[in-house]
Nanobody, 126 residues
Framework: QVHLVESGGGLVQAGGSLSLSCAAT??????????ISWFRQGPGKEREFVAY???????YYTSSVKGRFTISRDNAKGTVYLQMNSLIPEDTAIYYC??????????????????WGQGTQVTVAS
């Protein structure tokens, strides 16, 4: 069982930065065996994949955030981070972290994920 809690959202001007955290209430062993992803859902839009990080620290980003966002994890702390730089208004969304066992399904498919946080709002003002 993995319970996820996001934090760090807020209001920022375009060009600014925010750092999101996703804290997992799970044993280090359980957390380290999972791929952790960030998804986001903008106003009137479908929830979309943003980035993932694997057990071994491998990362992947959707093209719209590549070069601006960085995902990282600290297995000992049970926490995944999303550093967001050069923010643009199109990044405005509720950001969710999610967890799945490493071997299950595609990391881009929401259906692969067992656990989701409650979300944190990110608003980028133009």
């Amino acid at each position: 069982q993995v319970h996820l809690v996001e934090s760090g959202g807020g209001l920022v001007q375009a060009g600014g930065s925010l750092s999101l955290s996703c804290a997992a209430t799970a044993s280090e062993r359980a957390f380290s065996g999972h791929t952790i992803s960030w998804f986001r859902q903008g106003p009137g839009k479908e929830r979309e994949f943003v980035a993932y990080i694997t057990v071994n620290g491998g990362t992947y980003y959707t093209s719209s955030v590549k070069g601006r966002f960085t995902i990282s994890r600290d297995n000992a702390k049970g926490t995944v981070y999303l550093q967001m730089n050069s923010l643009i208004p199109e990044d405005t969304a509720i950001y969710y972290c999610s967890s799945k066992p490493t071997a299950r399904g595609s990391a881009f498919n929401r259906a692969s994920y067992d656990y989701w946080g409650q979300g944190t709002q990110v608003t980028v003002a133009s």
